[in-house]
């Protein structure tokens, strides 16, 4: 929920609330009456960096934009800073980053460490899917509209008005985060907490709205609020801790519905569809957690979660085709109504120093209490199925059980072993019962301090107690298709980690190779099985304290093999996925080079490829590779005028460039029935230039190494 | 003779017998004594006296930027009562352990006396310098660290953080994946493909998803669940729906690859395949989907566009009552 979590937890709660340190230490407590720590620099007061400049970015591009906010063309302004502010038991830190761009974001904590703390927090997530998409539609609210003078084709070819009617319409959106929270420690044992989070997003999606056998991809106007709770108590012992809590989101949606005229002829009174949107939901979740330390470093985990969440968004009708007599709902609103509960207990162990000993349990369930209807359907607004349809909520409930054991030998030698056994219950799909079985060895090898191999490797068997095919036929599923969740599966794993150092050289080097392979061997169609191999290499160098060097090299290559049937029997097509993904970057940092310039430099190359070979009777080939690149350079330089001032250049490029079939040559009319957006595969260079100055207050401590 | 012949006899054949049946009895006997002896390691960095000037004794010597960086971050607060600098506390030695031999003359020849050191590369055993960290850091992270897939691989809090610095990085949203990173380098190749969530923009951090200390919940995810956590962020997809699509309803990983995809939406694969994996009723779901249906033959509405999507827009979950194909 929060990327500031980890910040408070540790920052705030941990930091914070350190025990009594000298406890642990068996030696004899000293008397620290004498320790005056004179040469101890203490911070107080304010030290704040703040750096102020402006920028430009050289071309449009919604992919390079999506969450920097640099997706139009132009200048920018650059302002950011951070400072802290201590005084006798008071600290306050505030950190401000882009405040001239959407993906601004601003984070205040203040506190008294060890008695409370408050922070408030805000993020601007800008998320640019499409800029190069043109509709026909206008929006007015949830509702879009077709041109006045619009006139309706069975097919795309026969949309006269479409190219003097189309306008660009990005897809894109934003996402606003405010947070408020604090923490309140009346004595060392028990704390208060509290966090509030206000979350919007807003703006434009793509949505395909259904006619009986066309489609219209929709600029789908969207405006969600989510506000989230966290609030609780928690209590500290010497042994012992416990914690009791309160979560809970509750989603609005402004819209309920959309609504859109149905650009192709169509049955009559079906010239406007309309969709439900997804609907206002509350979710309120019972938390607590309680640990114990035992003696031989003995853990008790205890934690529990449960949950409620509901909906009663009242439904839409059936149709708002006025020619359909629909029957009346057998109900207004769902009242959906599903209870989770997540329960855990952990035990680990460490009776003596070289080995240590885990289990745990845990339980998930998901228990949709919605009630069963029976509805008559009508099919996309155009004419009444006939059928009569039972709602499914579906529920599961999950056990697991992990035991796991490890002994490290005095050679550096240390060796694992584990087992984990999954049961999974569900009820209203094809299989009702499923278990996994998986056992793995590890081993990790450190005869010195320069170098470290580890392995990990195991396998996993995922059985089913039966594939419900009539239950499958029943959803009209081809009775020989196993779905890959639901399916018989063996799994093998395996990893190979490398790392080393050179003794009197800061140069280290790690190498990491991994293997998984799924068979799904007892499906006759759908997913028959997967293979994954990764390889790593990292190589990192620090020349001196002002020059460090780095590079990597990743590649990730996961190929599959389904089948299907077009004649509803035995297999008659099968593709071949062939997904690789490399990665190779460098970069290095350079400080006070002259005394003055500091300078970093980081390069990623990306490329993907994607390949699809679909195998078929007519054998009309494979698909066009889907293929990606992606090169991107960050360079920043520092100046030091002074002890306190610099000055600063940061210069950004990027250039991304994908084919993608799906969107290639895909104009707004180029499927007969199916009324596109026209997107373009993404293909940009973009330069970002910026300039500023930068100042530092406060304490010389604060402004570290400068000349 | 033969009496001595045949109790030796006996002896082998017990002797090979204990071993066949206890075999791992006796390896564990040959093993403990090692495990022990580390034990006794472990035991002398704790023990020992104190120095007799705490801090001021340590900085005579350790006065370099890094070491009194250490005063820029809440452990050098002394008005913190429970700050290793505060009131009555163990300043240097609270973390380092007692130092006063480490302080002390060392004869010619003989290596200065070794302090509790951090990082899984320093020979401070990996366990003896977390439990000084969570002695005093005994929150929620203090408890639940040890039911964690990080304490299982022998991860040193010191590997992740650093005390010594004015603002330790794996605390900063643009810094944390940086650090994860260094391990977790499946996601670090998978942030970088063409669709991801912002980490690699700084803009979302690991942090977001995962409990990064706690071992409670699955892949030790922020939240109970894996569902339960993309909520946090993706609440219109919570439900409960009229019609709920199966899978997406027990777990958003069986079609999306939350640390990056080559397929838009971080689809594991590109539809219309994915959706084919289960879907295979007459008619156009089990079509094969080919070179023929691209933009330069004849098009198709079930590969081009949204594929699937470009009717089945639900996909979700549908709350109309006639939304059962998930198309309203």
């Known amino acids: 929920m929060s990327q500031y979590n980890g910040q408070r937890t540790l920052y705030f709660l941990g930091v914070a609330f350190t025990g009594l340190c000298a406890a642990h230490n068996s030696a004899a407590q000293p008397d620290t009456s004498a320790w005056k720590c004179e040469y101890c620099p203490f911070e107080k007061g304010v030290q704040a960096d703040y750096k102020a400049g402006g920028g430009v970015v050289t071309d449009d591009a919604a992919r390079f934009g999506n969450a920097t906010g640099h997706d139009k063309q132009g200048g920018f302004v650059i302002a950011a800073g951070d400072g802290s502010y201590t005084s006798d038991g008071l600290q306050a830190s505030w950190y401000l980053q882009d405040l001239g761009l959407d993906s601004r974001s601003a984070l205040i904590e203040a506190g008294r460490p060890g008695s409370y703390d408050v922070r408030i927090a805000y993020r601007g997530l800008p998320y640019r899917l499409f800029d190069t998409t043109d509709t026909v539609y206008a929006s007015t609210g949830n509702s879009l509209q077709l041109p006045g003078d619009w006139a309706r084709s069975a097919l795309t070819s026969g949309f006269t008005d479409l190219d003097a009617n189309l306008s660009r319409r990005n897809i894109e959106s934003d996402r606003d985060i405010i947070e408020v929270g604090g923490s309140y420690q009346p004595n060392a044992r028990f704390e208060l907490f509290a966090d509030y989070r206000y979350q919007t997003q807003d703006g434009v999606d793509q949505f395909g709205g259904a006619n009986f056998t066309q489609a219209s991809l929709l600029p789908r106007p969207f405006d969600y609020q989510t506000d989230e709770l966290d609030l609780g108590v928690r209590y500290r012992g010497e042994r012992g801790y416990a914690q009791l809590g309160f979560y809970g989101s509750f989603f609005q949606n402004q819209n309920t519905a959309l609504m859109w005229d149905n650009p192709f002829t169509s049955f009559p009174g079906a010239e406007r569809g309309a969709s439900a949107e997804a609907p206002d939901n509350r979710f309120g979740q019972l938390l607590f957690k309680a640990g114990y330390r035992f003696k031989w470093a003995t853990r008790l985990l205890l934690s529990g979660a449960f949950g409620n969440m509901e909906q009663d968004e009242a439904l839409l009708p059936y149709t708002i085709n006025p020619n359909i007599s629909a029957a009346s709902l057998p109900r207004t609103r769902l009242d959906g109504d599903v209870d989770t509960t997540n329960l855990l207990l952990s035990l680990s162990s460490r009776p003596i120093a070289p080995l240590s000993l885990k289990f745990s349990y845990r339980y998930d369930e998901r228990d949709n209490k919605t009630a069963q209807e029976v509805w008559s359907r009508v099919i996309v607004d155009s004419f009444a199925s006939g059928d009569l349809e039972t709602n499914r909520p579906y529920s599961f409930e999950r056990n697991s059980l992990t035991a796991s054991a490890d002994w490290a030998l005095r050679t550096g030698l240390r060796l694992g072993a584990g087992y984990e056994r999954r049961e999974l219950d569900r009820d209203l799909q094809e299989v009702a019962e499923q278990t996994e079985d998986t056992g793995w060895g590890r081993i990790r090898w450190r005869p010195n301090a320069y170098v470290e191999l580890s392995g990990r490797a195991g396998t996993a068997k995922r059985e089913i107690d039966r594939y419900d095919t009539e239950l499958a036929l029943s959803f009209g599923q081809q009775p020989l298709l196993r779905k890959y969740n639901l399916a018989h599966r063996f799994r093998e794993f395996g990893e190979l980690t490398f790392s080393g150092s050179l003794p009197r050289t800061p140069l280290s080097l790690s190498a990491t190779l991994a293997y998984a392979d799924d068979d799904y061997s007892k499906s006759v169609l759908g997913l028959l099985q997967s293979e994954e191999l990764r390889y790593g290499v990292d190589l990192s160098w620090s020349v001196s304290e002002k020059a460090q060097l780095y590079a990597n090299l990743g590649l990730q290559k996961v190929d599959a093999e389904q089948a299907g049937s077009s004649s509803f029997s035995t297999p008659d097509w099968r593709a071949r996925h062939e997904d690789e993904f490399l990665t190779a970057g460098f970069g290095f940092k350079l400080k006070q080079i002259a005394d003055r310039i500091d300078l970093t430099l980081d390069y990623t190359h990306g490329a993907g490829d994607s390949a699809i070979d679909v195998t078929t009777i007519d054998g009309r080939g494979p698909l066009p590779g889907l293929d990606s690149t992606l090169d991107s350079l960050r360079l920043s330089a520092i100046y030091k005028f002074s002890k306190r001032l610099q000055g600063f250049a940061e210069l950004r490029y990027e250039a991304f460039e994908a084919d993608d079939w799906a969107l290639q040559g895909v104009a707004p009319a180029t499927i007969p029935s199916v009324l596109t957006l026209g997107a373009d595969p993404y293909d940009y260079d973009v330069f970002v230039l910026g300039f500023g100055v930068s100042y530092s207050f406060g304490s010389s401590q604060q402004t570290g190494d400068d000349p | ?328």
């Not at chain 2, 000037?53 to 890094?66: E, F, R």
């Not at chain 2, 509790?116 to 850091?137: K, Y």
């Not at chain 2, 023929?292 to 509405?301: D, E, I, W, Y």
Request: glycine share 10%.
């Open chain 2, 1 to 328: 003779m033969n009496a001595a012949a045949g109790f030796w006899s006996r002896c082998v054949q017990l002797s090979r017998a204990t071993f066949r049946s206890w075999g791992w009895a006796v390896a564990l006997i040959c093993v403990v004594p090692a495990g022990l002896a580390q034990e006794e390691k472990t035991a002398s960095l704790l023990e020992g006296s104190y120095s007799r000037k705490g801090a001021d004794t340590c900085l005579a010597c350790h006065d370099d930027q890094i070491t009194l960086a250490v005063f820029r971050n809440g452990h050098g607060i002394p008005s913190n009562r429970n700050s290793p600098f505060g009131h009555g506390q163990l300043q240097c030695e609270a973390c380092h352990g007692p130092g006063d031999a480490h302080s002390g003359r060392v004869r010619r020849g003989k290596e200065r006396p070794a302090l509790i050191e951090f990082g899984s590369d320093r020979a401070t055993p990996v366990s003896v310098q977390n439990d000084m960290c969570l002695a005093c850091h005994k929150s929620d992270s203090g408890v639940a660290w040890h039911a964690s897939a990080h304490d299982s691989s022998s991860v040193a809090c010191a590997d992740c953080h650093t005390s010594h610095a004015a603002r330790d990085g794996v605390l900063t949203t643009t810094g944390q994946a940086q650090v994860c990173d260094d391990c977790h380098s499946a996601q670090r190749i998978a942030g970088l493909k063409p669709f991801a969530h912002p980490v690699d923009e700084g803009k979302m951090n690991c942090g977001a998803c995962h409990s990064i200390h706690d071992g409670d919940g699955e892949h030790q995810l922020s939240r109970p669940t894996l569902n339960q956590t993309c909520y946090q962020c993706h609440a219109e997809k919570r439900g409960p729906f009229v019609w709920e699509h199966a899978p997406v309803a027990e777990d958003c990983s069986v079609c999306h690859d939350a640390h990056g995809s080559n397929h838009p939406g971080m689809l594991t694969q590109r539809g219309p395949f994915l959706c084919q994996a289960c879907h295979s009723q007459a008619g156009h779901p089990s079509l094969a989907n080919d070179a023929g249906g691209l933009a330069n033959a004849s098009p198709s509405k079930y590969l081009l566009g949204q594929n699937c999507m470009n009717c089945h827009s639900q996909v979700h979950g549908s709350n109309h009552p006639s939304g059962s194909r998930l198309m309203r």
